[in-house]
């Protein structure tokens, strides 16, 4: 029954699901606004996605290109399928998307580019959207890096409660939220950190960010590894089945939570520490933001 559920939750059985195919088309779409973006990013005579690169940066095109590729394995087969019956290989991908895709997506600063492609007038709108977003009271709480925690750390901990986590596996479009929701969470943390703009945290701040973001992940992993009995009842019978250990897949899930999260994080604190260290004694060399194409 509960392998029967799970083939449900993604669309069927053959090996082209409606999820594979959403997600083929959303890494699609994004790749083509990316590259367009790139294009308008050339500036003015220079209509190519190289010469935006080489504006923007190789190292940032390449981190885009990375996250497209980390959402490419971690919602396509062969994992996807993996995660439809093991709890291992469910947190795996979940992994790929907090703490793999999310970073280098946004270190690529698409929000940056993909406006570019729109109509001006439409773009105009858009600025003064943002500007409102940022400075009007009810509003501009979204953009504190305390919110972007808040979310981030709300979202992993909801989603993985047994109700919440039963629902996704029996539901696609739960699922497909699911998955909507890491991402986008992810991105707004990692955005305060890694994306070129003026209200980037820098120095002990975003160390700081990014120890306190380490907490609550290998938390969770430390419930899931420790926990004397299978959280997840239908991905359980289904390792039963294909004869594993339920517990010893959890157990393995909450490793695949717990290391390779917390490396990300202290790589980044890290990377973090040694760009202020290098930057203290030269305060002119803080990160500046791209600025945007005049057209």
Partial sequence: MSGHLAMLAHGGTGPWKWDVAGAICWIGASAAAYLAGLRAFAGPGRRSARAGARRLGPARV????????????ALLPPLDHLADERVAAHMAQHMILLVVAAPLLA???????????????????????????????????LYLPVTAWLLHTGALWIWHLPAAYELALEAEPVHVAEHLCFVAVAWLLWWHVVT???????????????????????????????????????????????GLDPLADQQLAGLVMWVPADVVYL?????????????????????????EVRR
């Fill in 196 to 242: 070129p703009t003026r209200h980037g945290l820098a120095g002990p701040v975003a160390m700081l960010y990014m120890f306190v973001t380490m907490m609550p992940a290998a938390a969770l992993g430390a419930v899931l590894t420790l926990a004397r009995a299978p959280l997840y009842t239908s991905q359980a019978a289904a390792a039963a089945a294909n």
């Fill in 62 to 73: 390449a981190c885009f290109a990375g996250g497209l590729l980390a959402l490419a394995v």
């Fill in 267 to 291: 790589v980044a604190f890290v990377v973090l520490f040694l760009r202020w260290m290098g930057t203290a004694g030269h305060p002119h060399q803080q990160r500046a933001p791209l600025k």
């Fill in 107 to 141: 270190a690529g600063a698409p929000g940056l580019l993909v406006p570019l492609t729109l109509p001006h007038r439409w773009r105009r709108l858009l600025a003064r959207a943002r500007h409102a977003l940022r400075t009007l009271p009810p509003s501009r709480t």
